[in-house]
């Protein structure tokens, strides 16, 4: 039971009630009846706790207040329903009553009792005023709200529809408390008690500062149930068509620039890495020896990861000048024997560019040679297939002159094959040996150029070779030993443009994520601050904000991971493609977009922690405006 005893309210100095007393059964439909701006809507604000009034006493269930109302202190649950009923309209109209109740078999009950089970599955835009009216009600009843307040609930429906919500109200009458404004004489065919108000002409001094009228959230709220994650149904939203994707799209964009800048710039010595191993194929080292004291072949072989050790013909073979007994202002005689052929393993799987032999095959005997693209143009020009078979004489150190077969025949290569002689110290337009030449010579004591000897030791990967590389290159240091990747592949612009890519795209690369993910968080504060009602609608279903909010910011996250994934997945798409599109026309001597798989990573996790801040912050800082807010804005006080 509510009793009202001498209520007072005023707006300013406007009297608006004064000293109204009356009261209401446990149930029943009560009709406050008169004409716009008499104090109905004033009434209803006041008994469900909206607003505050200025005299008199209220008693609800046994519970006395003299300034506001609160219902649930009172333990009386209520709905207010007004002419402007609002739903999610993302939503069907069944997944707006699932926010009320999980029980789908009470849902489908309800819909039929209010006639609407045909629209089950669409959306509350599509339905007719009338419609939408018997959906608020019926959302109310699934709620089991003891008391309803409806204010001009039947204001814009024509005559029919006036008639069916009277009667579903006639129906819940005998179980519920409802309060009903109107100035439409239908309602007082089924109202069991009629309530008279009239404009009241009295004026007064203010005694009420006016925003005091308004009641704030932390003083209302709804009562809280548990229900299904509300995660479930705000996903809809971002799938809805309603919504503008720009920031998304934006994000993505901005993003997938970013992460191409990461793989343009990359860390210097990681981008150096990636193209030795993968576009200039590295799979051996260059170790000079400057005595013959110094580490022997057999320790070499020996050592961990080192598959197998070439003794370099080129870097390594005597001369034959005796230089002490030369006089200096005389000219050099040469030797008789060749000094600059070069070797290549015997074995044709550590040898990377087999796949570059256009005719011909790889070694099978001692003997054989394979020619450069540039050294069979010398010997047969225009066809080359005709050199295979053929032979060749050379004049080799101690062995005098020796006929070579002429096995195989290389392509004209790329700068990036080239590369791959290059970091053995080779000419890439040469004639080439294989290591059973040299195997003769190993254990020969004479064979050290100016005491100095060249090995290749090649591995099964560059990653081999790099770990090899770092672990020994301070020890052969120490013993006067020079292992190496050849300075020759490092010559010329490439590797300063590398190192010019990392130091300024890198931290660039960073820039762009912080702008987009501010950017991106500001349309997002935006777009919610423009569609708060429906977060309201999750609200006046028992979500607290916090809730909501939080979902949301838990969503988003998701969604910035699947469009960093997406972004990542473009980017990598496109510069893979330029990629191969180097690789064929080489029109930038290295690989100009190497994958750091580490760094990406960490760039990725920087953009979604900053993401996560910047979003949380954002969200939480939005002033939306809770259920009787958005009901209040758009009704008259009175």
Not at 354 to 366: H, K
Request: include cysteine; glycine fraction near 4%; hydrophobic fraction near 40%.
């Amino acid at each position: 039971m509510i009793v009202c005893e001498n209520v007072n309210k005023q707006y300013g100095k406007q009297v608006v009630l004064s000293d109204f007393s009356c009261h209401f059964e446990d149930t029943g439909f009560y009709l406050l009846y008169g004409e716009s701006g008499s104090g109905k809507t004033t009434l209803i604000n006041i008994l469900s706790g909206l607003i505050p009034f200025d005299g008199g006493r209220i008693t609800v269930n046994d519970s006395d207040f003299n300034s506001i109302v609160n219902l649930h202190k009172a333990e009386l649950d209520f709905d207010y329903i007004t002419q402007d009923s609002f739903f999610a309209d993302f939503l069907t109209v069944s997944e707006n009553l699932c926010l009320i109740s999980d029980d789908k078999d009470k849902i489908y009950e309800v819909l039929l009792q209010f006639g609407l089970s045909g629209t089950a599955d669409q959306s509350p835009s599509t339905l007719s005023g009338g419609e939408r009216q018997r959906l608020s009600i019926a959302r109310a009843c699934l709620s089991k709200k003891r008391i309803l307040f409806l204010d001009e609930p039947t204001a814009s429906l024509d005559e029919a529809n006036k008639i069916a919500i009277f009667e579903l109200l006639n129906e819940l009458k005998k179980d519920t408390l409802i309060i009903c404004s109107s100035h439409d004489s239908i309602a007082k065919n089924y109202a069991d008690e009629i309530i008279t108000f009239q404009k009241c002409s009295e004026t007064k001094d203010c005694v009420r500062n006016a925003s005091s009228d308004l009641i704030k959230h932390d003083r209302i709220q709804r009562k809280q149930e548990k229900k299904t994650s509300v995660g479930k149904y705000l996903l809809k939203w971002f799938a809805s068509k309603k919504r503008n994707r720009h920031a998304e799209l934006k994000f993505c964009v901005f993003l997938t620039l970013a992460i191409m800048l990461i793989l343009l710039g990359d860390l210097p010595s990681h981008k150096q890495d990636m193209n030795y191993e993968y576009s200039y194929r590295v799979n051996a080292l260059t170790l000079k020896v400057h005595s013959k004291e110094s580490t022997d072949y057999d320790t070499l072989c020996n050592m961990e990861k080192v598959k197998k050790v070439v003794l370099s013909y080129a870097g390594s073979t005597p001369d034959g000048i005796n230089y002490d007994n030369v006089d200096p202002d005389e000219t050099l005689p040469s030797p008789e024997h060749e000094l600059s052929l070069y070797t290549l393993p015997f074995e044709s799987e550590y040898f990377n560019l087999t796949d570059r032999i256009v005719y011909g095959d790889y070694f099978t005997d001692e003997n054989q040679v394979l020619l450069s693209y540039e050294e069979a143009e010398k010997l047969s020009p225009g066809n080359h297939k005709a050199l295979i078979g053929s032979t060749i004489t050379k004049n080799i150190y101690s062995l005098g002159n020796v006929r070579f077969e002429i096995v195989g025949v290389l392509d004209e290569l790329n700068t990036f094959e080239q590369k791959y002689f290059l970091s053995l110290g080779m000419n890439y337009n040469s004639i080439y040996f294989n290591s059973k030449l040299t195997d003769r010579f190993i254990q020969s004591h004479d064979y050290y150029m100016e005491n100095q000897r060249t090995y290749y030791l090649y591995f099964d990967s560059y990653r081999d070779l790099s770990d090899f590389y770092n672990e020994y290159f301070e020890k052969f240091e120490d013993d006067h030993e020079h292992l190496s990747i050849s300075s020759r592949l490092n010559a010329g612009r490439d590797n300063d443009t590398i190192h010019m890519l990392g130091t300024v795209l890198v931290p660039l690369s960073i820039f762009i994520a912080i702008f987009t993910v501010l950017f991106y968080s500001t349309l997002l504060k935006t777009e919610i601050t423009y569609n708060h009602r429906f977060i309201a609608v999750f609200e006046y279903s028992g979500y607290s904000k916090k809730t909501i909010i939080s979902s949301f910011v838990a969503i988003h996250i998701l969604r910035l991971l699947l469009m960093s994934v997406i972004s990542f997945a473009i980017a990598y798409l496109i510069t893979e493609a330029v990629n191969i599109v180097n690789r064929k026309i080489v029109f930038i001597g290295f690989q100009l977009f190497t994958l750091n798989l580490p760094l990406m990573l960490i760039f990725l996790l920087f953009v979604v922690l900053l993401s996560f801040a910047c979003i949380s912050v954002s969200l939480h800082r939005v002033k939306i405006a809770s259920w009787y807010d958005n009901l209040i804005r758009q009704r008259d006080l009175l």
